[in-house]
Nanobody, 123 residues
Framework: QVRLEESGGGLVQAGGSLRLSCLVS????????VAWFRQAPGKERECLTV????????RYLPSVEGRFTMSRDDAKTTVSLQMDSLKPEDTAVYYC????????????????WGQGTQVTVSS
């Protein structure tokens, strides 16, 4: 079992920055990928960025590429999401998720989820 725990959410003004962290623990040897998702009220959960766990290859949703940066520490215990130039429409609950597949393409292919952290961007 893989455990994921997010932290770092909060309230920020438009144009500001936040850094989210996800502590990855447990049976991480079976991880194929880790991703950041978000879900705004009344909207579907969307995948923002994914890292293939063994290779470190990163992919981004076009709407956040250039503003959001995902990284991972060398010990593979923490993944981070640096969010810059935040907009009110970035307001959502942000989730860290893990998949056994190295290239998950659907929400249903993610096997492990954190509890989420709220990000609120004021205008």
């Amino acid at each position: 079992q893989v455990r994921l725990e997010e932290s770092g959410g909060g309230l920020v003004q438009a144009g500001g920055s936040l850094r989210l962290s996800c502590l990855v623990s447990g049976a991480t040897g079976g991880l194929g990928a880790v991703a950041w998702f978000r879900q705004a009220p009344g909207k579907e959960r969307e995948c923002l960025t994914v890292i293939t766990w063994n290779t470190g290859f990163l992919r981004y949703l076009p709407s956040v590429e250039g503003r959001f940066t995902m990284s991972r520490d060398d010990a593979k215990t923490t993944v981070s999401l640096q969010m810059d130039s935040l907009k009110p429409e970035d307001t959502a609950v942000y989730y860290c998720a893990g998949a056994r597949r190295p290239v998950p393409t659907r929400l249903q292919e993610y096997d492990y989820w954190g509890q989420g952290t709220q990000v609120t961007v004021s205008s």
